[in-house]
């Protein structure tokens, strides 16, 4: 395939297109009880002048002083601890995550941009994983973040892939009465999706795939439209709307927290 515009020139400028359309003990009352934790069944006063009342002792029979203590103060019950994070009372502590450092860890995916890191990178060497397989350049993909997208760095992976995909799947477009987006209109379709890898969302337009993602939305589709398929000749949906696709997913999605459909039965 032929073009005369700089491969690195031509993505670099495609990050500058907006992106094409598309989660208690004894309890609390003492009363009946002396100050020096005798009962007094019937709550009336001793041989002594002095009379409890109300679990607290006074020299003044006719004194009734519900505020003060005994010598052996009661405790009114368990203490209730609310975790401050889940406003949880006890029991199940629920996920508890751990705080380790992020330099403790190590970043071997990422997958915000919908196959830019198996189809926009290493296309020519396959798609999936096989014995033998050099993957050092996926895994290298994998370890590096959007930062170094907008810097450039995976450019010429992504267009060498967009070329291969090209060389292989142009003749099969046509056949099937579509046309090939050249190799210009693949950069600038499908380059603000892919560069950098992340999920971009508008709040002000509708969510719907490339703009968000909902979960019926045919990504895989969708992306590979912008990435062969030239859009000012057909919808961004053109090939999701191929009678081989499925119209839906096959078993309904729930109206509820995750909202995913339950998992076949083994």
């Known amino acids: 395939m032929k073009n005369n515009t700089s491969i ?9 297109f907006a992106t094409f359309s598309a ?35 006074t020299d003044n029979p006719s004194t009734t002083d519900t505020a003060s203590t005994t010598d052996n103060p009661t405790t009114a019950g368990p ?11 006890g029991g199940d502590p629920g996920f508890v995550f751990p705080q380790n450092p992020f330099s403790d860890y190590e970043q071997i995916d990422r997958h915000g941009a919908v196959e ?18 050099d993957v050092t350049i996926r895994d290298a993909y994998n370890a590096s973040n959007p930062v170094e997208d907008i810097a450039g760095m995976w450019v010429p992976e992504i267009a060498k892939s967009v070329m291969f995909f090209h060389a292989a799947l142009d003749d099969d477009l046509m056949g099937a009465g579509l046309t090939p987006a050249t190799f210009d209109e693949s950069i600038a379709q499908a380059g603000p999706v892919l560069i950098p890898d992340t999920i971009k969302y508008d709040p002000t337009k509708p969510t719907s795939y ?23 000749k ?33």
Do not use: M
């Open 210 to 232: 490339p703009n968000g993602r909902k979960l019926e939305d045919p990504v895989v589709d969708i992306t590979l439209a912008a990435a062969l398929v030239s859009l000012k």
């Open 23 to 57: 989660c208690g003990d004894n309890g609390g009352d003492t009363t009946g009880s002396t100050g020096d934790n005798t009962t007094n069944p019937s709550g009336s006063s001793t041989d002594s002048p002095t009379t409890t009342v109300s679990g607290s002792t």
């Open 234 to 266: 057909h919808p961004l949906t053109v090939l999701a709307d191929l009678p081989l696709n499925p119209p839906k997913n096959d078993v309904a999605f729930s109206a509820e927290w995750p909202y995913l459909a339950p998992p076949h039965a083994p």
């Open 116 to 133: 830019a890191g198996t189809a926009g990178i290493g296309a020519k060497e396959g798609l999936g994983f096989t014995k033998g397989q």
């Open 79 to 89: 203490t209730t601890t609310v975790d401050p994070d889940t406003g949880s009372t």
């Open 8 to 16: 690195h020139a031509v993505l670099g400028a495609a990050l500058l």
